[in-house]
C-alpha cells in the first residue's frame, strides 16, 4: 500500500516564525503536491513538483515556497507565518500524472498560526 | 484555473435514502475523479471515468461522466451512516498537467 505520511498532524506557530511542513513518500513516486483545504474554498494547489529539485507554482503560491532534495520527501516552508495561513495542509503524490493516474493523501497536517 | 462546481454544498438524510451529487464545470476534462474524505483523513480515490457517457458502479455508489465530458455525478442508492463524509470531484489542471483542480466538495450526514 502507498504510504504518505505528514511530519505534524497538529502544529501551532506564531506570527512571523518560519514553518516546515514534511511530506514522505514511500512507493517511488515521480510527483508530489502541496494543498491547502479550507472550510467553504476546497482544496487549493500550492506547489507541485514532479521531479527532484524541480518545483511548479499552483493556484496559491504566495508566502510559501518548497523543496524536493530527494525523490520520497517534498516540504512546505512558509517563511514567516501569517494568521492567513491557518489551514489544514494536505500532502499528496502519484506516480504518472496521467489522466488516469491516482493522488494519494497523507492525513493532513492543522496549522494555527496565532 | 478550470472551475468545478459541486452541488449540493451539504447533504442530511436518513438511513435507506438514495441522494445524487453533481460536479459541472465549462471546461472539458480528459478525466474527472471522485474522492472522499473522511475527518481527520486525506482524501481516497473512489473512481476515475475517463470517457464521455462512461457510467462506473463501486457497490452502491454510481458513476456518471457526462457525454461532453463536462460534468459528472455520483448517486448512493440506500445510503449508510458509512457513507458519512466529505466527497470531492477533482479534474486534471490543463496548465500543469499533473495537479488536480477540486470541486468544494459535498459534505454527506447520514443518520441512523
Known amino acids: 500500500d502507498v504510504k504518505v505520511t505528514q511530519s505534524s498532524r497538529y502544529l501551532v506557530k506564531r506570527t512571523g516564525e518560519k514553518v516546515f511542513l514534511e511530506c514522505v513518500q514511500d512507493?517511488?513516486?515521480?510527483?508530489m503536491f502541496w494543498y491547502r483545504q479550507d472550510p467553504g474554498l476546497g482544496l487549493r494547489l500550492i506547489y507541485f513538483?514532479?521531479?527532484?529539485?524541480?518545483?511548479e507554482k499552483g493556484d496559491i503560491p504566495e508566502g510559501y515556497s518548497v523543496s524536493r532534495e530527494k525523490k520520497e520527501r517534498f516540504s512546505l516552508i512558509l517563511e514567516s507565518a501569517s494568521t492567513n495561513q491557518t489551514s489544514m495542509y494536505l500532502c499528496a503524490s502519484s506516480l504518472t500524472g496521467d489522466r488516469t493516474d491516482t493522488q494519494y493523501f497523507g492525513p493532513g497536517t492543522r496549522l494555527t498560526v496565532l | 484555473t478550470q472551475l468545478l462546481e459541486q452541488s449540493p454544498q451539504f447533504l442530511s438524510i436518513q438511513e435507506g435514502e438514495n441522494l445524487t451529487v453533481y460536479c459541472n464545470s465549462s471546461s472539458v476534462f480528459s478525466s474527472l475523479q471522485w474522492y472522499r474524505q473522511e475527518p481527520g483523513e486525506g482524501p481516497v480515490l473512489l473512481v476515475t471515468v475517463v470517457t464521455g457517457g462512461e457510467v462506473k458502479k463501486l457497490k452502491r455508489l454510481t458513476f456518471q461522466f457526462g457525454d461532453a465530458r463536462k460534468d459528472s455525478s455520483l448517486h448512493i442508492t440506500a445510503a449508510q451512516p458509512g457513507d458519512t463524509g466529505l466527497y470531492l470531484c477533482?479534474?486534471?489542471?490543463?496548465?500543469?498537467?499533473?495537479?488536480?483542480?477540486f470541486g468544494k466538495g459535498t459534505s454527506l450526514l447520514v443518520t441512523p
Open positions: 477533482a479534474g486534471l489542471n490543463s496548465n500543469s498537467g499533473y495537479a488536480l483542480n
Open positions: 512507493m517511488d513516486h515521480e510527483n
Open positions: 513538483s514532479y521531479d527532484v529539485k524541480m518545483k
